[in-house]
């Protein structure tokens, strides 16, 4: 979660990673251990573990900013006299419209108007804006996809939750930094700010959760129904790289569904889009499993679209067609809405003597209508820096 325009280090730094980035599949990261903890094992100060960052940018009143805001180039003249060695920076870069860039969310989010980030350089800070208004207007259908040319990983998730207006959809957010930030900011509370183990983090989300305090509403924080979301695959196999064994299947951040004419598809996992499913994976590398299943009103006519397992020593077992036709699939609970339980279980032959069954219980993280996928841009977004 960004304010306007104040954190120009951290827009600046990913723009050239955006341009790369901006059609790959987003993986999970790893969770690093407390820093307190590594320190422990150390024998040395936690802070000195931390990177040398730079401090959180003053909270301000951005709805004070808001409501003072008259035009872009007002706004521009009002912040252009910013650090000179900070000028030095961003004329290096070669990013000369940050602060008219930046001054543009303020337009956008003051009124309510995503097509006013149109002009925006950064793909970062464009979302950002984009996000902003869809937040501020509580529109989560105008949350920015997390990857707009793939739509079955869903969108920004902190976006939906702040635009919602439920706290309990911070669960999906990408890692632990972004779902205690997005908590704080959904209720108010700075205390999961608190809980993170970086100080630099503890403060950049205290100071969202102060900027952003007075110009949302107190998010609900509904408990979640039924149990938490879990996950278990179960393989029956030869030895070797399909010996039979039992993983955890991560669904803890939720699934996407996407409404389609023959009903609803839903995405568990990441599926292999790279062209890379020949090499296989690294050994010591995780299980995974992926799937896509397709259940039309009737639930009892649930099946599989396409399924693929990843196992180290093995390129990538695809099931497709009238293999993954085959798969037994029982939706046994799918409420299509954001946050509503999703429950399902499919068994079947991925290949010849290598079986799988896969049990979950998790929510729907976002509900992708088909409006939506045919607005999405083909083909890729131009992104990064144009």
């Not at 910013?82 to 543009?104: K, N």
């Amino acid at each position: 979660m960004y304010g306007a325009g104040v954190k120009v280090l951290a827009a600046t730094a990913f723009l050239a990673l955006a341009a790369c980035e901006e059609d790959a599949p987003r993986k999970k990261p790893a969770e690093p251990p407390p820093v307190a903890s590594m320190a422990r094992v150390l024998g040395v100060d936690a802070g000195e573990l931390e990177l040398s960052v730079d401090p959180p940018a003053p909270a301000g009143d951005l709805k004070a900013e808001l409501e003072a805001f008259t035009t872009v180039d007002a706004c521009v003249a009002q912040r252009a006299a910013g650090d000179p060695v900070v000028g030095d920076a961003l004329e290096a870069i070669g990013y000369d419209t940050l602060v008219r860039d930046a001054c543009r969310l303020l337009d956008a989010a003051k009124n309510r108007d995503a097509k006013r980030c149109a002009d925006i350089i950064a793909s970062t800070l464009k979302a950002r804006c984009e996000a902003s208004v869809a937040e501020l207007a509580g529109l989560p259908e105008a949350c920015p996809f997390d990857v707009p040319t793939r739509p079955e990983l869903g969108r920004d998730a902190t976006c939906l939750a702040l635009a919602t207006r439920d706290a309990g959809l911070c669960d999906a957010a990408l890692d632990p930094i972004a779902r205690g930030a997005c908590t704080a900011l959904a209720t108010h509370d700075a205390a999961p700010c608190k809980r993170l183990s970086v100080r630099g983090d503890q403060a950049r989300c205290t100071r969202d959760e102060q900027r952003w305090a007075a110009v949302l509403p107190v998010a609900d924080a509904p408990p979640r129904v039924g149990p938490a979301p879990s996950g278990k695959v179960s393989l029956t196999g030869d030895a070797g790289a399909f010996a039979s064994d039992t993983f955890p299947l991560d669904v803890s951040r939720g699934v996407v569904v996407l409404e389609r004419l023959e009903g609803a598809h839903v995405v568990v996992g990441t599926m292999n889009r790279t062209g890379l499913g020949f090499i296989a994976p690294p050994p010591g590398a995780p299980k995974t499993l992926a799937f896509e299943l397709v259940a039309p009103v009737d639930l009892k006519k649930a099946h599989l679209d396409r399924a693929q397992l990843d196992v180290p020593g093995h390129s990538l077992v695809d099931a497709a067609g009238s293999r993954a036709g085959a798969f037994v699939v029982r939706v046994t609970r799918l409420e299509k809405r954001r946050g509503g339980a999703v429950e399902l279980t499919l068994e079947g032959s991925l290949s010849e003597g290598v079986t799988v069954k896969a049990e979950v219980s998790t929510f729907v993280r976002d509900l992708v209508t088909a409006s939506a996928m045919l607005s999405l841009p083909k083909g890729g977004d131009p992104g990064g820096m144009r």
